[in-house]
């Protein structure tokens, strides 16, 4: 059975590049505020993308972003997203996901969200992008927007 199982997953890790269509790694900054208070955010995020079909895809994404104020902590996100693509230089998406801690004035939660990306260069783009983060435990929900620019692999 053992065997089997490191069949297996020794066959994902070798199909696997076979079956991605795009990585990619951004550096994002923007503004993050819940009622009454509003701050600068920074981060990075790498996710990777596979076409569904030649105008629609899906994706995964792990980020790091912090609340540029004192008193914060890097936040790690875990998110999802399915978009589509508008000729050869923009996407559409939405996301959804979770997110540790991202301020002083928020718990972990649930995240969701929508964007766009352009292509600059053949492996550049420039993103913007919305979330809205849903507080639990009594804290507020929050709101961030944000651009980055990323590249392609």
């Known amino acids: 059975m053992r065997k089997i199982i490191m069949s297996l997953v020794a066959s994902l890790v070798v199909a696997s590049p076979a079956l991605a269509n795009e990585a990619r790694i951004e ?10 208070s509003s701050k600068g955010t920074a981060g990075v995020a790498a996710g990777y993308d596979m076409d569904v079909s030649p105008s629609v895809f899906v994706g995964g994404e792990v980020s790091a972003d912090k ?6 902590r890097v936040a790690f996100g875990f998110s999802g997203r399915a978009g589509v693509k508008v000729a050869d230089k923009m996407k559409f998406f939405a996301v959804g996901g979770y997110t540790t801690k ?6 972990g939660s649930a995240h969701i969200g929508a964007g766009g990306e352009y292509s600059l260069a053949k492996n550049v783009y420039a993103k913007l992008e919305y979330r809205r983060y849903f507080g639990r435990n ?5 709101n961030a927007v944000v651009t980055g620019l990323g590249m392609r692999f």
């Open 138 to 142: 009594g804290f507020s929900d929050a």
């Open 27 to 36: 550096a994002r900054g923007g503004i993050f505020w819940v009622p009454g």
């Open 67 to 72: 609340v540029l104020t004192s008193g914060t």
């Open 102 to 107: 991202p301020c002083q004035f928020c718990d």
